[in-house]
C-alpha cells in the first residue's frame, strides 16, 4: 500500500464460514478515508457550527475552515485567479450546476458516465460518438465544433469503466480554438493525477470528494467566474444574496450565489484534508504503484480462459487503475456476488452508469475492478486465484443476485 486507508483490516464473513480480510476493488465508486481525511474529521467532530452564520468561537472556526478548504482546493488545481471554487454535494451536483450557467450548446462524447451526459443532453443533444481511436475521435469532435459552435465541451479526465485517458490539454486547445470552453469530468482522474489548470488551459473542472479519499457529501466545481457570475443561483435560499427586500433580490455573486443553504463543512474539510494529502505524495510513484498493480491484475486475467477486456481506444497508451472485464459464459452480477460471498473481494459489477458506452462496447454488463492508495498485490493475487478457480471449477455455485440490489 502507498497510504492508510479506513477499513484496510476490515474482516467479512465468508458463504463457507469464517471470514477474510476485506479486498477492495471498489476504489473508483468509492474511496476509503485515508487517515489524515479520517483525523481531520474527528478534528471537527466535536464543536462544528454553522458557517457564515454565528459570531461564537465553534461558528468562526468553522468558517475558516470552510474558507480555508477553498483556497487548499484551488492551489490542489493550480486554479487562475479568474477561476472560483463552488463546493457541490458531488460531481453530478457540480455538473447539473454548470449545465443551469452554460451560455449555449454543450457538445459531449458517447463514452460518458450518465452524471456528465444527462445533464447535457437534456437540453438538446450535441454527442459525437466515439471513434475505436482517440485521433479519430478527436477529429470528429473537431468536426462537430467546427460545423456549429460549441459553448462548452463537456469531457471525462478518465473514464469510470476502463480508466482511459484521454488528451485533455490538446482537447482543451483545440475547444478554445474554436471558441469553445472546455469541462473536464474528474470524478476518476483527480484520485490519481495531478490537474493543473493553469497549464492544461481547462476551464471548468469537478470531482467527488468519495472518490479522493474523503467521506461522502462534498464536492466541488472550480472554474471561470463569469458565466457562474451571471447565472440564475442554483439553489435560491440563504447565503445566495446579498440583500433582499420584501420585493427586490440582489444575489451574491460567485460561489456564494450556488452555494445556498447552510453548507457541509465536515464534508468539504475532508476534501481539503485529502487534497492535502494527496499532493504530498509523489505522483510518480502514486502512478507508478496503480500501473504496477493492474498490469499485475491484466496480466494474470489475461491467463484465464474466456476472460475479455474493455478497452474504448485501440490506440489509448495511458489508464487509471481500472481494470473493466467479461468472463465468457459467466453473468457478471453472480461471478461479482461470489467473489464477495466466498472471497471477500468486492468488485463492481452492471453498466458502470455508462449506458451508452455499454451498448457501443456490445456488452450488456461487466466487472470492475479499481485500484488505489491502499491496494495491495496481495489483494491482485486474490483476485486472480478467485476467477480463475472460479472458471475451473465450472458454475457450481448458484449465487442470485443480491435481492434488492439495485445496479444502473
Ligand atoms: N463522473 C464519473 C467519471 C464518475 O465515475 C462518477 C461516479 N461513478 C461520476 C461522474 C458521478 O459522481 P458522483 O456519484 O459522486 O456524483
Redesign the pocket.
Given at each position: 500500500t502507498l497510504a492508510r486507508v479506513s477499513g484496510y483490516d476490515l474482516q467479512v464473513p465468508l458463504v463457507q464460514g469464517g471470514t477474510a480480510t476485506y479486498a477492495n476493488f471498489d476504489y473508483?465508486?468509492s474511496a476509503p478515508a485515508l487517515e489524515q481525511v479520517t483525523n481531520r474529521v474527528q478534528e471537527l467532530l466535536p464543536f462544528y457550527a454553522s458557517v457564515h452564520r454565528g459570531a461564537g468561537y465553534a461558528s468562526r472556526v468553522s468558517t475558516d475552515c470552510y474558507e480555508a478548504a477553498r483556497n487548499t482546493v484551488a492551489r490542489f488545481l493550480n486554479a487562475a485567479d479568474d477561476q472560483c471554487v463552488v463546493f457541490t454535494r458531488?460531481?453530478?451536483?457540480s455538473l447539473n450546476l454548470l449545465a443551469s450557467c452554460v451560455p449555449g450548446d454543450t457538445v459531449v462524447l458517447d463514452t460518458e458516465?450518465h452524471?456528465?451526459f444527462l445533464p447535457w443532453v437534456r437540453n438538446g443533444r450535441r454527442v459525437v460518438r466515439a471513434a475505436d481511436t482517440i485521433e479519430e475521435t478527436i477529429q470528429r469532435l473537431v468536426a462537430e465544433l467546427c460545423a456549429k459552435p460549441a459553448a462548452l465541451l463537456a469531457i471525462?479526465g478518465a473514464s469510470?469503466v476502463t480508466g482511459e485517458l484521454l488528451p485533455i490539454e490538446r482537447l482543451a486547445w483545440i475547444a478554445h480554438q474554436c471558441g469553445t470552453r472546455i469541462l473536464v469530468?474528474a470524478?476518476?482522474l483527480a484520485p490519481h493525477r495531478r490537474i493543473d489548470l493553469q497549464a492544461s488551459g481547462i476551464d471548468y473542472v469537478a470531482f467527488?470528494g468519495?472518490?479522493l479519499y474523503a467521506p461522502f457529501g462534498a464536492?466541488v466545481l472550480v472554474g471561470r467566474r463569469d458565466w457562474l457570475d451571471t447565472a440564475q443561483p442554483y439553489l435560491a435560499g440563504g447565503g445566495a444574496v446579498r440583500e433582499v427586500s420584501a420585493t427586490e433580490t440582489e444575489w451574491a455573486p460567485a460561489p456564494q450565489r450556488h452555494e445556498a443553504g447552510s453548507p457541509n463543512v465536515l464534508g468539504v474539510a475532508a476534501l481539503a484534508a485529502a487534497c492535502d494529502a494527496l499532493a504530498a505524495l509523489d505522483e510518480t510513484t502514486v502512478t507508478e504503484h496503480e500501473l504496477y498493480l493492474s498490469h499485475r491484475l491484466r496480466y494474470g486475467l489475461k491467463t484465464i480462459p474466456g476472460v475479455n477486456f474493455l478497452r474504448i481506444w485501440r490506440d489509448s497508451t495511458d489508464a487509471v487503475g481500472i481494470v473493466a472485464f467479461t468472463i465468457d459464459g459467466f453473468e457478471p452480477g453472480r461471478v461479482a456476488a461470489y467473489l464477495s460471498a466466498e472471497h471477500g473481494i468486492g468488485v463492481r459489477d452492471g453498466r458502470f452508469?455508462a449506458h451508452p458506452l455499454l451498448a457501443a462496447l456490445g456488452v450488456d454488463g461487466a466487472l470492475r475492478a479499481s485500484l488505489g492508495l491502499g491496494s495491495t498485490a496481495a489483494d491482485v493475487d486474490r483476485l486472480i486465484d478467485a476467477v480463475s478457480a472460479l472458471v475451473e471449477n465450472g458454475p457450481r455455485w448458484n449465487y442470485a443476485r443480491t435481492e434488492g440490489h439495485w445496479n444502473p
Open positions: 473508483a465508486a458531488n460531481t453530478t451536483d458516465h452524471a456528465n471525462t469510470n469530468d470524478a476518476q467527488s468519495h472518490k464536492g452508469c
